[in-house]
């Protein structure tokens, strides 16, 4: 078992998030990688822009990353023991390339209620000042805040979700060795920079872990059972990868990934790139 101690539990919930945590070994990041980047070059249209959600579907390599048993202890310890995978996102920055993350909260418009959830966001790259790590506003997960949509360039939230305001000196970077992981409370608000290194930046996150307690208020999410039981049945459960990038497999996460579209889209009359 590798649950969290008392001190990190604590920390997490004072600061509303925890980092770094080791999860993975030097050989599962380069599979995972190489799963990655194999999809891209056979079917990139299935792992880009609003396809970069839910690759866990269709790879068994990110799949196991989802429910490592490691990772899940972590994740047990904050949100009870019958956990659910709600959603993985793949949050890439290629070398010269512009996009950033403004500052957020992923609550305000996820639409999972209550905030009985957690996000782990699973280097597999090194995450650095440099190459636009994650940067995270310490004990601002006490309230929900105002966001400014701003569908700006360059921003890889749908909508260029912004809390405005945020206090630069109080902001701390979340620096991360390849196979390392942080995980951020629903309300933490965080965002990060652009990628000024010759390699690319890639954070596989599960976004998020949610209890059989959460509900989607704004629309429809099938979920995995990662642990447990689900005894409340709020969503679909669906199944585990069969084979990398199979054809029914590839089907589910369309139909999920539009599921989300309408969630993140939700009363927009515009649409962003995701
Ligand atoms: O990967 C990033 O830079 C941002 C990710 C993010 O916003 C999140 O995991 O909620």
Request: one cysteine or more; a negative charge; aromatic letters at 6%.
């Amino acid at each position: 078992m590798a649950n969290l101690n008392s001190n990190q539990l604590k920390e997490y919930q004072d600061q509303g998030y925890l980092a770094p945590i080791d999860i993975l070994s030097k050989e599962e990041v380069k599979e995972a990688r190489d799963e990655i980047e194999l999809i891209e070059k056979e079917m990139p249209d299935e792992i880009d822009k609003s396809e970069r959600y839910n690759a866990h579907l269709i790879s068994p390599k990110l799949d196991a990353i989802v429910h490592n048993s490691k990772l899940l202890d972590a994740v047990e310890s904050i949100i009870g023991k019958n956990i659910l995978v709600c959603g993985t996102t793949l949050f890439i920055k290629n070398p010269n390339q512009e996009g950033f993350v403004s500052y957020h909260q992923d609550a305000k418009y996820i639409g999972l209620e209550p905030h009985n959830w957690v996000t782990a966001w699973v280097a597999l790259t090194d995450s650095n000042e440099e190459n636009g790590c994650m940067k995270m506003w310490p004990k601002s997960h006490i309230e929900i805040k105002d966001h400014d949509e701003k569908f700006n360039e360059g921003n890889l939230l749908t909508r260029g979700q912004t809390v405005n305001d945020v206090p630069d000196d109080e902001v701390k970077s979340v620096e991360l060795v390849a196979g390392q992981m942080s995980l951020h409370h629903p309300r933490i608000v965080h965002g990060s920079g652009i990628n000024k290194s010759n390699d690319r930046r890639i954070g596989f996150v599960i976004q998020s872990y949610i209890g059989t307690n959460v509900k989607q208020v704004l629309g429809k999410n099938s979920v995995q059972l990662a642990r447990g039981v689900d005894e409340f049945h709020h969503h679909e459960i669906i199944q585990r990868p069969k084979s990398l990038m199979n054809k029914e497999d590839l089907m589910i996460k369309k139909r999920e990934n539009q599921y989300l579209q309408d969630i993140f889209y939700k009363g927009s009359e515009k649409k962003g790139t995701y």
